[in-house]
Structures are given as structure tokens and as C-alpha cells.
């Protein structure tokens, strides 16, 4: 993929109007500036001979210079084409028209729109809103405005807008056991600490009397952290003893995807944006490994049958995770409704059908792991 993004990066650059040389804009804009200039001095009477000479002359300078950018253009954008011809030699699946339905097409544009609202996109939003004709209250636009207008203030390293906000949805924090409020305390304590040239931990601290006391509770180890890293000041002192961590910009910065997780929990919406996550499981290859699955069992005249798993191994990250999943280290399989997870007496845990199947006479099956035999109606059943 490194020479698909590369040949990319070359085209961003050469249609860029900081590449090399002009735009085709440009010289389009310089041509039709100079064609209107000899417009008036033609109407005014005072176009010679000699300025339609150099009109002529201009006019042909500026093709040869559309010329040259697009025989640029095109020769990237051939060898990027070459570049993902290469990378997918494949052609893509065809599918059956899963959204044939109005309402099914009305599920994947408010989708869409929702998609474009969440990520800040509010001009692309309202053009797709208003040719779609998909209704969203303005209540909740403006939500998604207010988030964004906070995130650009924890940017700009000014806390007060999500604290406003932590402190009107404190309850709801709370129900969350979240550490939203603490770690944007933590960050201006940090702030006021290392801001001072030479050290002056005074105000710091009593920022911290005032604003983190109250969360000494819940968070007492770090609280004793914060309040003895003020010994390792200044900040190259800081970044090399045992709370260094708390020098790195890494606990400023994780503030905006912290305040835009709870933000979305309050309005019930999910933490992670779900056509991203739909686009980073499909594109990091799991269509392409069901595509491969299905042809191989079309191949072999199989059928999938169930419903609620797949017949092949879908490689994830772990942000995309969303329920446990147990793989029984016999079996190799993974458990489901029909073959759960089993412990036996020792603690050691199988699929039901591998205790099954290592029943002897008696109704006692010997562990995998160690020499202790299980009786089947001892075993109980782990839920996920």
C-alpha cells in the first residue's frame, strides 16, 4: 500500500497550488485577466497592433502551460492507477442491491448524514441534508456543534468549555464512573506547574486545593502523584524521574477523544463513529477474507448455514472488540450458544463439545492440562 500512497501524495502535490510552477487555475485566471484587460482597452480605443501581438503571444504561453500541468497530472494519476491495479488485481465482489427499499435507504443516508455531523463536516452535511431530504432535529445539530466547538477549545489548551459541560452532566459522569472532570483538573494542574520560569509551584497547588481535593477519593494514587511531582520541577527535571509520564503532552492531548467518548454516551450514541468502524473492519480485509470464503465454498458445493458466525477467522483490532469471545485451545473453535465454554472441576476451561468428546466409561472426562477428571454434570457452563 506504501507505493499507492506515495503515487497519491504526487498527485495531492502537482494539483496543489503550492507544487511546482503554477496551477491550470492560475493560468486559467491570468489568461482571462489579461483577455478582459484587452477587452477594455479594445472598447476604449486604445488596442494597437502591438498589443494584439502580445495578446497572441500570452494566449499561446498559457495553453503551453495548461498543456505541460495537465500532461503532469495525467501521467501521475496513470501510474497511481497502475499502482492499485497492481495492489487489487482482483475485480470486486457483486452483490445484491441491499438497499432497495426506502427505508433501507433511509437508514443508510441518516446514517450518512449523522457520519458527516459527527466528524465536524457541517457544510458538506446541510448540502447532503437538504438533497437527501433527510430530517435531523435541530436540537441535535447544534449538539454536534457544541461538541466540536469544545474539542477546538481543549486544542487550544483552554479547559473551561468541557468543564462547563462535565459539570451540568455530573451525575450522568458519575453513573459512568468516569474520569472526564479529574483529568481535565489534572491537565490544567500539570499546565500551571510547568508554566512558571523559575518554578513557582504555589499556584499550582492551590489550584489543586481548590479544583482536585474534591476527588481525592476516587483517585488518591494519582492525587499523591500530582502532588509529589512538584519535587522534580522544573520540566526537564520532571522528564526524568519516576512521573514522567505526567510530562508527556500524550496527557493533554488524550483529553478530546476522552470528552468526545462521554459526550456521545449522553446522547446515546456509541463511542466510536460506525461508519469509520464499518470502513476499518471492511477495508483492513474482512471483505475481502468473506469474498474469498464464500467463493471457496460455493467452490465445494458447501452451504453456510449459521446465521450468527462466520465460517472463517476475521482478524480485529482490539478497539473493535465488542463482546468476549472464547477459543477452545482443543477444538481450536470458537464457543457459541449451542457449544459454550466449560470449566471443569480443576478451573481449566473447554468447549462443551471437547468435554464431550473426552468422556470415558463412568461419565468422567480427564483435563487436557492436568490429570484431574471431571464428572459431565459437574462441569458448569462460563457465560460471556
Not at 219 to 245: G, N, W
Request: charged residues 25%; hydrophobic residues 35%.
Amino acid at each position: 500500500m506504501d507505493s499507492s500512497l506515495k503515487e497519491l501524495t504526487k498527485l495531492e502535490r502537482s494539483t496543489a497550488a503550492k507544487g511546482k510552477g503554477s496551477t491550470i487555475a492560475d493560468s486559467l485566471d491570468s489568461l482571462l485577466q489579461s483577455l478582459q484587460e484587452a477587452k477594455q482597452a479594445f472598447l476604449a480605443g486604445n488596442c494597437t497592433e502591438d498589443h494584439l501581438r502580445a495578446l497572441a503571444r500570452t494566449v499561446e504561453n498559457k495553453k503551453k502551460e495548461v498543456d505541460d500541468r495537465q500532461k503532469e497530472v495525467y501521467s501521475v494519476l496513470s501510474r497511481f492507477g497502475k499502482t492499485l491495479d497492481k495492489k487489487f488485481p482482483t475485480t470486486l465482489p457483486t452483490y445484491s442491491d441491499l438497499f432497495s427499499s426506502t427505508s433501507s435507504v433511509n437508514a443508510l443516508e441518516r446514517t450518512i448524514a449523522l457520519h458527516l455531523l459527527r466528524t465536524g463536516q457541517f457544510e458538506v452535511a446541510e448540502t447532503f441534508l437538504q438533497e437527501s431530504e433527510i430530517k435531523i432535529s435541530d436540537d441535535l445539530r447544534h449538539q454536534f456543534v457544541d461538541l466540536h466547538q469544545i474539542l477546538k477549545s481543549l486544542r487550544n489548551q483552554d479547559i473551561n468549555p468541557a468543564l462547563s459541560w462535565a459539570r451540568n452532566h455530573k451525575l450522568f459522569l458519575q453513573s459512568r464512573s468516569s474520569p472526564l472532570e479529574f483529568h481535565l483538573h489534572r491537565s490544567q494542574y500539570i499546565r500551571l506547574l510547568l508554566s512558571t520560569h523559575p518554578p513557582d509551584p504555589l499556584p499550582a497547588i492551590s489550584y489543586a486545593n481548590a479544583n482536585l481535593r474534591p476527588f481525592y477519593k476516587e483517585h488518591e494514587i494519582e492525587f499523591r502523584r500530582l502532588m509529589a511531582c512538584v519535587a522534580f520541577v522544573p520540566l526537564s527535571k520532571l522528564q526524568t524521574s519516576i512521573y514522567k509520564d505526567l510530562a508527556l503532552p500524550t496527557l493533554h492531548f488524550d483529553l478530546e477523544p476522552l470528552f468526545a467518548k462521554e459526550y456521545c454516551a449522553s446522547l446515546g450514541m456509541s463511542r466510536q463513529v460506525p461508519l469509520r468502524v464499518v470502513g476499518d473492519i471492511g477495508g483492513g480485509g474482512a471483505l475481502a477474507r468473506i469474498e474469498k470464503g464464500r467463493k471457496v465454498m460455493g467452490d465445494r458445493k458447501g452451504e453456510w448455514r449459521q446465521m450468527d458466525e462466520l465460517p472463517i477467522e476475521i482478524p480485529i483490532s482490539s478497539e473493535n472488540r465488542y463482546h468476549s469471545i472464547f477459543a477452545c485451545l482443543v477444538s481450536k473453535e470458537q464457543s457459541t450458544e449451542i457449544n459454550p465454554p466449560m470449566m471443569m472441576t480443576c478451573g481449566h476451561v473447554i468447549s462443551k463439545d471437547s468435554l464431550q468428546k473426552l468422556n470415558k466409561s463412568g461419565g468422567r472426562s480427564k483435563c487436557p492440562y492436568c490429570p484431574v477428571e471431571t464428572l459431565l454434570g459437574s462441569a458448569q457452563r462460563i457465560y460471556l
